[in-house]
């Protein structure tokens, strides 16, 4: 009963009526999966965000349904493990992820959510070039980080296992290692996508990143 249970706790095709019938008395495993459906109802979500077991509670602050007052709620959870998980949410709103990265009094807490910051700015400033990723063209914006001495061959490789590792386009993964600035990144991905139209050489490209990193 409890296997049909997790599975019908877990799937978005079951009825909302269903679900409801699901958490009483419902073990922890069942209970994180209704945390994660993307259709449990906000009464049940709310219950969840209160639940003993904080693997629970990051459930619901990882679900993208969770409605803005309970993720509120789950930002002053004592569980470090719950605010962490909220932290890393690319669509919690931008206040309460800066709230988390200047006031939280855990600093790996902090870390977490300025991460996360710099990925949504990096997606805020590649919309606003009009930057559109290409098959094959995370190798080449190494190769222009390599040329303009920003990265070695070496850390760029290491990056590129990453960015497959955890299916992330290079550009975040370079961004969240911060070994790079989010202004270079961005000019390179620009200047990528000059190359690609025919507006820029290789050249031109490379002395764009040099001069936004600092190096002419």
Not at 122 to 147: M, N
Not at 160 to 170: G, T
């Amino acid at each position: 009963m409890v296997h049909e249970n997790y599975i019908k706790a877990g799937n978005p095709e079951t009825p909302v009526e269903v679900l409801r019938t699901l958490i009483d008395g419902a073990d922890r495993s069942v209970r994180r999966r209704l945390a994660e459906n993307p259709r449990t109802p906000e009464d049940l979500l709310q219950m969840l965000s209160r639940d003993e077991d904080p693997d629970v509670r990051c459930a619901v602050a990882e679900n993208e349904t969770t409605p803005r007052a309970i993720l509120e709620h789950l930002s002053e959870d004592p569980s470090v493990q719950v605010r962490y998980a909220l932290a890393g949410h690319y669509t919690l709103p931008k206040d309460l992820l800066e709230r988390f990265a200047s006031w939280d009094e855990n600093p790996y807490v902090k870390d977490h959510a300025r991460r996360t910051l710099e990925g949504i700015f990096l997606e805020e400033a590649l919309r606003e070039i009009g930057f559109v990723p290409r098959p094959g063209e995370t190798d080449k914006l190494g190769d222009l980080l390599i040329d303009a001495n920003v990265l070695s061959k070496e850390h760029v490789d290491e990056l590129l296992r990453i960015s497959k590792e955890r299916e992330m386009p290079l550009g975040h993964a370079i961004v969240e290692s911060r070994c790079v600035a989010r202004s270079v990144v961005v000019a390179a991905l620009k200047s990528q996508r000059l190359i690609r139209e025919g507006q820029c050489t290789h050249e031109n490209a490379v002395w764009e990143i040099k001069h936004v990193w600092g190096k002419i």
